[in-house]
């Protein structure tokens, strides 16, 4: 029996298969990369719009924040001007509306660092609003005056410039670790009224 002619044919299958399997086993390796490859960029696009979205929500919130604490301002200076304050309940109604709403994305989305600080603020303003309000009512209660809400007021224009840096921290904006200047807040009341309106455009 010739033994070396009956293997000719398995070595030839075997080379075959072996050939085929290479190919197969690149492929597969191949597909691997594509896949592990785009599961990366997907990865990288997700976290990208993870970041904007965050950032357009710091921006209303911080928006916000700024007309609702002009808006109370307003209303003080209303109060101690003891103008018509019909104007000034308008806008402030609305500005405490908008971040409302605001603030209630802003739960769902914010880091717990960041969101307990602007719950704090938050909580704030709601403390002015309600003195400010019983003022204008003619039901003030013990503690309330128009020097105590101005104090409040400057003190939260101090708190949201602390809640803008700790925003900016989480997005990771350049340069949030060292000292700069102390930021201009176009609504910032001034101790005279009148400046204030004048700067603000109110």
Known sequence: MDVTGAGAPIVAVVGVVGTLLSALLTQCAAERSRQ???????RVRARAREAEARRTCYVALNTSLRQYLAALTDQLHALIRAEDPRAARQRLSEARDLH???YAEA?????????ALAGEVTHALGTVYGRLR????GVPRPGDSLDTAQGE????????RELRRGMRADLGASGVSRPSPPEPDTYRPRTDPDAFRARSGC
Request: charged share 50%; no cysteine.
């Open 100 to 102: 409302r709403d605001v």
């Open 134 to 137: 019983r003022l204008d009512d």
């Open 153 to 160: 007021i400057d003190a939260l224009w101090e708190r949201l």
């Open 107 to 115: 739960q769902m989305r914010l880091p717990d660092p960041v969101l």
């Open 36 to 42: 592990r490859e785009q599961e990366r960029t997907e």
